[in-house]
């Protein structure tokens, strides 16, 4: 998920520059699910997308790479503005690795 060109060599310290360097705004968060009767909480961690890709079409594209199942998920041609919000990654014992995507479209009130 770091948006780099394939033949690109990353090295094991590389860090992605954000998009915009305001405070609050670069990162990843992190959340903790608590249940009765777990010993230890589910952690997730959110990635705000934003800030690693300069546009929706990108983001999609990156994903697509991810779940690739030779299918086509998304039009090639998006013309709206990022709406991909989040994307966050999960590991649980029961249910293993799994990625949820956030979105958050533009919607124009009248």
Aim: charged share 25%.
């Amino acid at each position: 998920m770091i948006n780099e060109p394939e033949d690109k060599e990353i090295k094991d310290q590389f860090a992605k520059e954000t998009l915009e360097k305001k405070p609050g705004t670069s990162g990843a968060c992190f959340s903790w699910e608590l249940k009765p009767g777990q010993a230890i909480p589910d952690v997730n961690i959110y990635v705000p997308l934003c800030q690693y890709f300069k546009s929706d079409k990108a983001i999609v594209e990156v994903i697509e790479k991810i779940f690739r199942n030779g299918n086509d998920v998304c039009n090639d041609e998006i013309k709206t503005p990022t709406v991909h919000t989040f994307i966050s990654f999960h590991f649980s014992e029961k249910k293993g690795a799994y990625v949820t995507t956030y979105v958050a479209p533009f919607v124009r009130f009248l």
